[in-house]
């Protein structure tokens, strides 16, 4: 009876279709099921010269001879990038510690869920984050900069007669004109700071916080620069684009993102009004 079980055991274990292997706490492998094989190529009772057991992570796992869930890793196996969740559970030994492990290939899982987060933080056409995402960011980053004593920068953009565009060069044009802004704004920004949509034709800049005014004043130098007046290919046209901005700066401790990025709304309409942008002079 007992070599019945043992030989079912070792059947289905062999035959799982979840790679499993048994480890030493040193990472040695004593058995390794078929799919495990095909995952380390390398044969079974084989020092663990593979790289996910080369994994300081796993190691440590194995060296504390408990039991754990949902270790991720990511490897890059041949030249493509790979990611693994991992579960791990002691099952004794007769001289040794040894762990099960259960290894599963999540690549494509992984890869699906960061390309849902991606679509529902980004705005379809312009790559731009959108309004949510982007006052999150707004809020993450007055987090930072109060915690440094640090200042921020919001500046609302909104293109100029947005509507005559679509009227003069049609839907896709004005979706030209709204890609072409999009990137010509993450281009000066880089880095330091992100890009939103925030409405259809508007767009809202968050600086990274700083600690003082004067690395403000560069950046909104080159922005200033960039939207008095952008030509944008379009067919056989090049279609003149001018935009209108205002900008706020964080300065009071629990403002919320929303206000900040309301407050630079408003400083826009107010530039408008004034006719004070840039080389817009009647």
Do not use: W
């Amino acid at each position: 009876m007992l070599n019945f079980h043992l030989f079912h055991y070792e059947k289905l274990f062999e035959q799982n279709p979840v790679a499993m292997m048994t480890v030493t706490g040193e990472g040695l492998i004593l058995s390794a099921n078929l799919q495990a094989r095909h995952l380390l190529e390398s044969e079974p009772f084989k020092p663990a010269d593979s790289l996910i057991l080369d994994n300081p992570l796993i190691m440590q796992k194995l060296k504390d001879y408990r039991e754990f869930h949902g270790l991720d890793i990511s490897l890059c196996q041949a030249g493509l990038r790979r990611e693994y969740r991992i579960d791990g559970r002691p099952v004794g030994g007769r001289f040794r510690s040894v762990v099960l492990l259960t290894i599963v290939d999540i690549t494509a899982s992984s890869r699906k869920l960061k390309q849902l987060a991606y679509r529902a933080s980004h705005d379809s056409l312009t790559g731009a984050l959108n309004r949510r995402a982007f006052l999150e960011k707004v809020e993450m980053t007055v987090n930072e900069a109060d915690k440094l004593s640090h200042t921020l920068m919001v500046v609302y953009i909104d293109i100029d007669d947005f509507k005559r565009i679509n009227s003069e060069y049609g839907y896709e044009g004005g979706d030209r004109v709204l890609v072409s802004i999009a990137g010509s704004l993450t281009g000066v920004i880089g880095k330091r700071g992100v890009v939103g949509r925030v409405g259809g034709d508007e767009f809202a800049v968050c600086m990274n916080a700083v600690p003082s005014y004067s690395e403000i004043s560069e950046i909104i130098l080159k922005l200033t620069a960039l939207i008095r007046c952008i030509e944008v290919p379009y067919k056989e046209h090049m279609i003149p684009v001018s935009a209108s901005y205002g900008a706020s700066l964080y300065s009071e401790n629990g403002e919320s993102a929303s206000a900040i990025v309301e407050r630079a709304d408003k400083a826009m309409h107010y530039m408008q009004g004034n006719n004070l942008q840039p080389d817009k002079e009647a």
